[in-house]
């Protein structure tokens, strides 16, 4: 004997949805067909829950909402390492999180896991790279750009541009000076 | 931002060296597909042929028979489909000098061989792991440099 079944595609989806998201005991909120928004962001382990819940009906978490995350922790730390002025008083674990509304734990975890380094080696990383920018362009001796980015001493700077490059910022400007050189002069 | 496997082209002569770099590689977090070529002439050949796509990365054994490492950095610098190719010197070589010139010839990471494969790895993952900044944060690659 056949019986026929009719049924609606989305009501369907809704309510497997709800039944699995149920099980976080969070506050939830489906919007249109393929979204889904929390009052409190879920933690790395509750998503993983949910992904592999989630699969077992086919439902697949986008993870570009996380890859978005992390361009957005990137490009708040760009902002503060390379404009003007010295970096804000607030520590940065604070302003991220207060920028981003997300707990520090959670952009620091999700950044790890995305990018193969740490939210703390990525700001050490650009503030060598402003530091390298400022070396060749503008002429900033080592003790001025130790304070534009908030070393405590021009041998801290040094230190690090050592560790990160494998260079001293001497043997750095060197180097940069006879590419120069030689471009210009072939 | 693309979780893509990294393009790596390896040019080396010694057999045991390519050996152990594949095995690390392997072994890192970051995923890679690694082509291998056995010196110079083989790798401008690979770089030079239309057909292959060109890789993120080229780990380059600066001591090779028939062209060298710094001979190849050369050509790679100098021409316009080449020249914004990532390139990792691979030397036995310490010296400041050495690691000067390469920079100077425009090597963006200077990699001494490690004597044991622990080392290796770590200073594979090291380059990749850098080198991978560099790829998804759009940064001035004429200024990247990396001696470890």
């Given at each position: 004997?056949n019986?026929?079944?009719?049924y609606?595609?989305?009501?369907?989806?809704?309510?497997?949805?709800q039944?699995?998201?149920?099980?976080?005991e969070?506050?939830?909120?489906i919007?249109?067909?393929?979204?889904?928004?929390?009052?409190?962001?879920?933690?790395?382990s509750q998503?993983?829950?949910?992904k592999?819940?989630f699969?077992?009906?086919?439902i697949?978490i986008i993870d570009?909402?996380?890859?978005?995350l992390?361009?957005?922790?990137?490009?708040?730390?760009?902002e503060?390492?390379?404009?003007?002025?010295?970096?804000?008083?607030?520590?940065t674990s604070?302003?991220?999180?207060e920028?981003?509304?997300h707990s520090?734990?959670y952009?620091?975890n999700?950044?790890s896991?995305?990018?193969?380094?740490?939210?703390?080696?990525?700001?050490?990383?650009?503030?060598?790279?402003r530091?390298?920018?400022?070396?060749?362009n503008?002429?900033?001796?080592?003790?001025?750009?130790?304070y534009?980015?908030?070393?405590?001493?021009v041998a801290h700077?040094s230190?690090?541009?050592k560790?990160?490059t494998?260079?001293?910022?001497?043997?750095?400007q060197?180097?940069v000076?006879?590419?120069?050189?030689?471009?210009?002069s072939s | 931002m693309?979780?893509?496997?990294?393009?790596i082209?390896?040019a080396?002569d010694?057999?045991d060296d390519?050996?152990?770099?594949?095995e690390a590689?392997?072994d890192?977090?970051?995923?890679?597909?690694v082509?291998?070529?056995n010196?110079?002439?083989?790798?401008?050949?690979?770089l030079n042929?239309?057909?292959?796509?060109?890789?993120?990365?080229?780990?380059l054994?600066?001591?090779?028979?028939?062209k060298?490492?710094?001979?190849?950095?050369?050509?790679?610098?100098k021409?316009?489909?080449?020249k914004e190719?990532t390139?990792?010197?691979?030397?036995?070589?310490?010296?400041?000098?050495?690691?000067?010139?390469t920079f100077?010839?425009?090597?963006n990471?200077?990699?001494?061989k490690?004597n044991?494969?622990?080392?290796?790895?770590?200073v594979?993952?090291e380059?990749m792991?850098?080198?991978?900044?560099?790829?998804?944060s759009?940064?001035?690659?004429?200024t990247f440099?990396?001696?470890?």
């Amino acid at each position: 004997m056949n019986v026929l079944i009719k049924y609606d595609i989305s009501y369907t989806c809704k309510a497997i949805l709800q039944e699995q998201l149920q099980k976080l005991e969070m506050d939830y909120r489906i919007i249109g067909l393929n979204e889904i928004e929390f009052k409190k962001a879920p933690t790395t382990s509750q998503i993983e829950q949910l992904k592999s819940d989630f699969l077992h009906y086919g439902i697949e978490i986008i993870d570009n909402q996380r890859t978005a995350l992390v361009q957005k922790i990137k490009d708040t730390i760009i902002e503060m390492v390379w404009k003007e002025n010295n970096l804000p008083s607030i520590t940065t674990s604070m302003h991220l999180a207060e920028k981003l509304n997300h707990s520090y734990g959670y952009l620091s975890n999700l950044f790890s896991e995305v990018t193969f380094t740490t939210i703390e080696n990525f700001i050490i990383f650009q503030k060598i790279e402003r530091a390298k920018n400022m070396i060749i362009n503008e002429d900033f001796t080592l003790t001025e750009i130790s304070y534009e980015l908030n070393y405590s001493s021009v041998a801290h700077l040094s230190n690090q541009f050592k560790k990160t490059t494998g260079l001293t910022p001497s043997a750095f400007q060197r180097i940069v000076k006879i590419k120069r050189e030689n471009r210009s002069s072939s | 931002m693309s979780n893509k496997p990294l393009r790596i082209l390896l040019a080396d002569d010694d057999d045991d060296d390519r050996t152990f770099f594949k095995e690390a590689l392997e072994d890192i977090k970051i995923k890679t597909i690694v082509t291998i070529v056995n010196d110079g002439i083989e790798l401008m050949e690979f770089l030079n042929n239309p057909s292959e796509l060109l890789p993120d990365v080229i780990f380059l054994d600066l001591n090779m028979p028939r062209k060298n490492g710094i001979q190849c950095l050369e050509e790679i610098r100098k021409d316009e489909r080449l020249k914004e190719l990532t390139v990792a010197i691979y030397s036995t070589s310490g010296a400041e000098r050495d690691i000067e010139e390469t920079f100077v010839k425009g090597a963006n990471v200077y990699i001494k061989k490690p004597n044991d494969f622990t080392a290796l790895k770590k200073v594979v993952e090291e380059a990749m792991r850098i080198n991978w900044q560099f790829h998804t944060s759009c940064l001035n690659k004429d200024t990247f440099m990396l001696s470890i």
